[in-house]
């Protein structure tokens, strides 16, 4: 039996797990040797991966190419490490938190904001919370509805 592995894709570039495609799981480098859809992922082979003991120990990994392999990227869109660590700004510029991660969600992405005292906030990545995006000034600028930080907006 091959060591077959089911992906579920995030990347937008269709090409990205044809055969030949590099990839990283940890330390480990995989090659694509083949790739077909199944009920909305994908089976992978990858060269080198040749039973389903090889294949198990992928399972859960995160896969990721190296950053000069990325697509470039239009207007208004953001790889989610050019994110992370940045500060997080209200409209009047006082600081609120560090966008400590990004949610990449079916129906829209999700900033995650580490605010102080220890919490994470998850803010929706749409222009009407997410006004202003400056990866290379180190800023973000939100404008959250009342009570989203301090918790009372579930109430």
């Known amino acids: 039996m091959r060591g077959d592995?089911?992906?579920r894709p995030l990347s937008d570039h269709p090409g990205r797990f044809a055969a030949g495609?590099?990839?990283r799981a940890g330390?480990?480098?995989l090659v694509v040797a083949a790739s077909r859809p199944h009920q909305g992922d994908l089976i992978v082979t990858f060269e080198g991966v040749a039973d389903r003991d090889a294949a198990a120990s992928l399972r859960g990994a995160e896969l990721t190419i190296a950053a000069s392999e990325r697509r470039e990227l239009d207007d208004g869109e953001y790889w989610p490490d050019q994110l992370e660590g940045i500060a997080v700004l209200d409209p009047g510029g006082?600081?609120?938190g560090t966008v400590a991660g990004v949610v990449i969600g079916d129906a829209q992405d999700r900033l995650v904001i580490a605010v102080p005292g220890g919490r994470q906030v998850e803010v929706p990545f749409?222009?009407?919370l997410v006004g202003e995006v400056h990866p290379s000034g180190g800023?973000?600028?939100v404008d959250?509805?009342?009570g989203l930080l301090d918790?009372?907006?579930d109430e």
């Open 139 to 141: 800023f973000v600028v």
């Open 144 to 146: 959250l509805p009342d």
């Open 126 to 128: 749409v222009e009407e």
């Open 151 to 153: 918790g009372s907006a």
């Open 94 to 96: 006082d600081r609120i």
């Open 27 to 29: 330390d480990a480098d």
């Open 21 to 23: 495609s590099r990839m």
């Open 5 to 7: 592995v089911v992906v």
